[in-house]
Every structure is written in structure tokens, then in C-alpha cells.
T-cell receptor, first 116, second 115 residues
Framework: DTGVSQDPRHKITKRGQNVTFRCDPI?????LYWYRQTLGQGPEFLTYFQNEAQLEKSRLLSDRFSAERPKGSFSTLEIQRTEQGDSAMYLCASSLSGDLLNYGYTFGSGTRLTVV | DAKTTQPNSMESNEEEPVHLPCNHS???????IHWYRQLPSQGPEYVIH???SNVNNRMASLAIAEDRKSSTLILHRATLRDAAVYYCILRGSNAGGTSYGKLTFGQGTILTVHP
């Protein structure tokens, strides 16, 4: 297993366009998380899934954002009608539930979105 | 989520020990203390976690105060590759011992290592 994979690594889009990012978690991990990180700030939680169920969504996740994990494996994060304020690094992570004894989250390298 | 407080930045010389402090005075009895680090242009990376006792692993040591209101991440011999942002995070758990879903990151401590 090569860890958490995110695609694409970089995305430049024009304001108003829709974008979709993909995350492939570690195969045996049942939890998957999306975070957003802007320059100089720590990652901000957006949403997480346990298997295919979306268990929590942040207030940061406006109605232009939608995330899916249809088969409990990979996940997609879509941003509709992008705005310049959406420019950020979008990070995906995975973990096992019931995991106090494990080694925490494994993060991907992120997708850097630039809205021009 | 209980809050943590860390210095904005710290500096160290290569091959010297580094002690990164974290205050968490409102920690609850079921909160675990987690440390992650983020190297430039990468996602955060798990470093270590603990509940009450000091912990050691191949990356670092975690020293937890007896009252659990503070902790210190110890890098025994800093290398240039340890230059990163270090995050101290409290992670809650329920009575059954299962962790809550999300980690809440603060701004962390920027560690600079000088050759």
C-alpha cells in the first residue's frame, strides 16, 4: 500500500468553474477525512466519512461543496462555482475507527487549488 | 474541543535536543495528546501520542506532566529534516474508548533547525 493518494496534485481553475478532487485512502482504513489549509494556518476540518456514511460536516462546508464516498473506498470532493477564497490546499486523510491504539491519521500530500 | 497553546516558533541547532512545549490546561480525563508535524509541501504526519505516561518511539519522546495540563515533545537530536510545523492536538474519546472522528489543528510551532 502506498499510503493516501490525492489527485490532482495541482489545479488551476477560473472563478465560477467546478472542480473535483479525488482521494484514495489506505485500503483497510474505514474513516476518511477532508481538510482545507490556507497559507500559514493549520488544516481546517471539512468533513469525514466512516465507510460510505458522511458522519460530520463543518460549517465551513458551504452548499457549493459536496463530498462523496460511494462505496466506502475512494472519495471525491467537488467545489461548484469556485471563488478566489477557495484557493487552498485540500488534504485528505484516512484512519481506522476504534483506533486509540493505532498511529493516528495518514494524510495525503494534498491538492493545491488556485482560483484565478 | 479542548484548546492547546504552543509557541509560534522555535529554533534549534542540528544534532542538539529540541523540547517543544504545549499547554492544555482544559484537558479532560479522556483526552489523548497527539503530535503531528508538517514538512513543507506535504500533508501532516503522525509523530506520537499519549494519555498519561511518557511515551517513546523511533521519531520522538512525549513527556506528559503529572497533572496533564502540559506536555513536551522531545526530539533527541534534531536534523535538518526535522524542520517543520509541529502541532499538539487533543483528541477526545468516548466512554467505550473509541476516538472521536476529527482532529482539530491549531497554528502549531514552526521549528527551524540550523546547520
Amino acid at each position: 500500500d502506498t499510503g493516501v493518494s490525492q489527485d490532482p496534485r495541482h489545479k488551476i481553475t477560473k472563478r465560477g468553474q467546478n472542480v473535483t478532487f479525488r482521494c484514495d485512502p489506505i485500503s483497510e482504513h474505514n474513516r476518511l477525512y477532508w481538510y482545507r489549509q490556507t497559507l500559514g494556518q493549520g488544516p481546517e476540518f471539512l468533513t469525514y466519512f466512516q465507510n460510505e456514511a458522511q458522519l460530520e460536516k463543518s460549517r465551513l462546508l458551504s452548499d457549493r461543496f459536496s463530498a462523496e464516498r460511494p462505496k466506502g473506498s475512494f472519495s471525491t470532493l467537488e467545489i461548484q462555482r469556485t471563488e478566489q477564497g477557495d484557493s487552498a490546499m485540500y488534504l485528505c486523510a484516512s484512519s481506522l475507527s476504534g483506533d486509540l491504539l493505532n498511529y493516528g491519521y495518514t494524510f495525503g500530500s494534498g491538492t493545491r487549488l488556485t482560483v484565478v | 474541543d479542548a484548546k492547546t497553546t504552543q509557541p509560534n516558533s522555535m529554533e534549534s541547532n542540528e544534532e542538539e535536543p529540541v523540547h517543544l512545549p504545549c499547554n492544555h490546561s482544559t484537558i479532560s480525563g479522556t483526552d489523548y495528546i497527539h503530535w503531528y508535524r508538517q514538512l513543507p509541501s506535504q500533508g501532516p504526519e503522525y509523530v506520537i501520542h499519549g494519555l498519561t505516561s511518557n511515551v517513546n518511539n523511533r521519531m520522538a519522546s512525549l513527556a506528559i506532566a503529572e497533572d496533564r495540563k502540559s506536555s513536551t515533545l522531545i526530539l533527541h537530536r534534531a536534523t535538518l529534516r526535522d524542520a517543520a510545523v509541529y502541532y499538539c492536538i487533543l483528541r477526545g474519546s468516548n466512554a467505550g474508548g473509541t476516538s472521536y472522528g476529527k482532529l482539530t489543528f491549531g497554528q502549531g510551532t514552526i521549528l527551524t533547525v540550523h546547520p
